[in-house]
């Protein structure tokens, strides 16, 4: 069983710059979820995709949109990116789009903005 | 108010002993519920799922409380390895959003 898996695991970028953050799902998981966590906190829920289309999302502005492939690899996207963004953002998957399934996180991506 | 609240701690726990701590949850319609352990600098892992009618794992346990709107987890026997930050994460029902809180801070000590 593959799990997880995150790229990079770590990126630095400067304030108003584009990054894209890569999460291939755990074999068998249809469903991957982003979380942005800063240092201290709690992940923060991001969205979430299902089949291909967002079917949840948080408080995050449209800056941060996301897709996902037929098979079921995801990406991140962030515009114009703010000092604020700095963070780790974590890819989830699971099975089922119901919000009841337990996650398997992969390791995370570290970004800094400067 | 937060939507999912969590003392930060750190909860100092003797080794052997017994440690149990609470999740405040705002909204009344939350649906499912958990607890994740999150080791410094590593991801969170699913600890154990919180049913209804409170389930244990070992030296763990989960309890809901509807009425006042809290989980805990109570952890019995502590070990070092126990020594982490637990999280505890809360799906509303409507919206399909997941809410994690801040996470509590736990160090088992010799």
């Known amino acids: 069983e593959t799990g997880v898996t995150q790229s990079p695991t770590h990126l630095i970028k400067t304030r108003g710059q584009q990054v894209t953050l890569r999460c291939s799902s755990q074999?068998?998981?249809?469903?991957v979820s982003w979380y942005q966590q800063a240092l201290g906190q709690g992940p923060q829920f991001i969205f979430q995709?299902?089949?291909?289309?967002?079917?949840g999302r948080g408080n995050f502005p449209p800056r941060f949109s996301g897709l996902q492939f037929p098979n079921y690899s995801s990406e991140l996207n962030v515009n114009a990116l703010e000092l604020d963004d700095s963070a780790l953002y974590l890819c989830?998957?699971?099975?089922?789009?119901?919000?009841?399934?337990?996650?398997?996180f992969g390791n995370g991506t570290r970004l800094t903005v400067t | 108010r937060k939507e999912v609240e969590q003392d930060p701690g750190p909860f100092n726990v003797p080794e052997g002993a017994t440690v149990a701590f609470n999740c405040t949850y705002s909204?009344?319609?939350?649906?499912?519920f958990f607890w994740y352990r999150q080791d410094c600098r590593k991801e969170p892992k699913l600890l154990m799922s919180?049913?209804?009618s409170g389930n244990e794992d070992g030296r763990f346990t989960a309890q809901l409380n509807r009425a006042s709107q809290y989980i805990s987890l109570l952890i019995r026997d502590s070990k070092l390895s126990d020594s982490a930050t637990y999280l505890c994460?809360?799906?509303?029902?409507?919206?399909?959003?997941?809410?994690f809180g801040g996470g509590t801070r736990v160090l088992v000590k010799p």
């Open positions: 989830a998957s699971s099975l089922g789009a119901d919000f009841n399934s337990p996650l398997h």
């Open positions: 074999s068998g998981h249809n469903t």
């Open positions: 995709y299902y089949r291909e289309e967002e079917n």
């Open positions: 909204n009344s319609a939350s649906q499912s």
């Open positions: 919180v049913y209804s």
């Open positions: 994460v809360v799906n509303r029902a409507a919206g399909n959003k997941l809410t």
